[in-house]
Each structure stands twice: as C-alpha cells, then as structure tokens.
T-cell receptor, first 115, second 113 residues
Framework: GAGVSQSPSNKVTEKGKDVELRCDPISGHTALYWYRQSLGQGLEFLIYFQGNSAPDKSGLPSDRFSAERTGGSVSTLTIQRTQQEDSAVYLC?????????????FGAGTRLSVL | DAKTTQPTSMDCAEGRAANLPCNHSTISGNEYVYWYRQIHSQGPQYIIHGLKNNETNEMASLIITEDRKSSTLILPHATLRDTAVYYCIVRVGTQGGSEKLVFGKGTKLTVNP
C-alpha cells in the first residue's frame, strides 16, 4: 500500500477485556515498530521487529502486552486484561532498515479507550 | 531520555519563515539529527535529517552548527497547515539495529493568519 495502515482507527473496550490492534506496514519494509502516546504525553517505544531476528521487547510496559509479526509483514499488538491506564493512541511505524537513514513512516494510529 | 532540548512552544505568522531550534550538546559522532512533526490526531511525519552538512528538501531546511551541538529547522514559508508539534531527535542513522526513535516533548508551533 501507499502507507502504513492501522486498524481499527478507534477501539473502545471494557476494563479486563483483551484487544488486538493491527498494523499493515509499507510493502517491502523489513522493520516494524510499535509506539504508544498517552494523552498529553510524548511517544513511547514499545517493541521492534526486524526481519527474522528476535524482536526487541524492551519497551513493553507489562506482560499483558505482546506482539507478533506474521510472515514478516502484518503485525498484531495484543493487550490482555486491559486497564484504564492502557488508554492511549497506539502507533505503528515501518522502515526499510537497509536504506541509509532508516526513516520510519508512521500510520495514523489506533485510539484505544478503556472504560 | 531524549538527548535534545527544544522550546516548548513558538508562534509564527503565516507566510513567514519558521525557525525551530534544537540543542543536542551530547551528540555522538555517528548520530544524525532527525526532525519529525505531528499534526493533531495524526501519526508523526518525517521531515528531514542530517549528519553535519546543511540539508534541504521540499519541506524544509536543516542547518547544523559546525560543532554539531545544535541545529535549526527552517520552514521557509509557513502555512496554517504547518501548525504541529515538531520533534528533534538524535540517533544513529545506519542500517540495522533497534534504532527506535526517542521522542521528547517537542516544540508546539502555531502558525497564525
């Protein structure tokens, strides 16, 4: 596609429910990143995938958060037993890691609201 | 923590140049200066990046001081659509590695009619 696509654009859920957020990166991009942005806060790194390498999970805030990337393309971020503090915009970015500059291109994000 | 310091907010008149400063006094020799912006309710958008030479593209110009401890992003003719939060980020720009972006608070630029 022309850009990074994320779905859904908005998600409202009840506390304790599980949610899945999807990211379709730019075709051919080998690197994929998840960030989140809480209200009035800066962007916070969550996890990074690069090809077949083990993902860098250093930014995941708790074991309720997990992500996978199937076939080196689409990625899903899963939050189990959601809490109100999980409410944020979740942003996905992709880059062609082999290119000089390693510019990351972002999707529009998924706005998650936990009631 | 972010390695950069930026003013919290700036104002600019429409049609005038917007000059956004950034201090990065601890920048390493292999680190680039990147600029992104985030328009309200959108994901961050890449603007420009550079190592030590000044750079220009269709969106902006980047001026990096000779000692590389600071830089300025220049939007030559600001429009209302340039109202956004502008982030200055330093990171290694080479391929490979987990080069996540570390965002600070950025500068909220408001372009006024």
């Amino acid at each position: 596609g022309a850009g990074v696509s994320q779905s859904p654009s908005n998600k409202v859920t009840e506390k304790g429910k599980d949610v899945e957020l999807r990211c379709d990166p730019i075709s051919g991009h080998t690197a994929l990143y998840w960030y989140r942005q809480s209200l009035g806060q800066g962007l916070e790194f969550l996890i990074y995938f690069q090809g077949n390498s083990a993902p860098d999970k250093s930014g995941l805030p708790s074991d309720r958060f997990s992500a996978e990337r199937t076939g080196g393309s689409v990625s899903t971020l899963t939050i189990q037993r959601t809490q109100q503090e999980d409410s944020a915009v979740y942003l996905c970015a992709s880059s062609h890691a082999g290119a000089l500059g390693n510019i990351q291109y972002f999707g529009a994000g998924t706005r998650l609201s936990v009631l | 923590d972010a390695k950069t310091t930026q003013p919290t907010s700036m104002d600019c008149a429409e049609g005038r140049a917007a000059n956004l400063p950034c201090n990065h006094s601890t920048i390493s020799g292999n680190e680039y200066v990147y600029w992104y912006r985030q328009i309200h309710s959108q994901g961050p958008q890449y603007i420009i990046h550079g190592l030590k030479n000044n750079e220009t593209n269709e969106m902006a110009s980047l001026i990096i001081t000779e000692d590389r401890k600071s830089s300025t992003l220049i939007l030559p003719h600001a429009t209302l659509r340039d109202t956004a939060v502008y982030y200055c980020i330093v990171r290694v720009g080479t391929q490979g590695g987990s080069e996540k972006l570390v965002f600070g608070k950025g500068t909220k630029l408001t372009v006024n009619p």
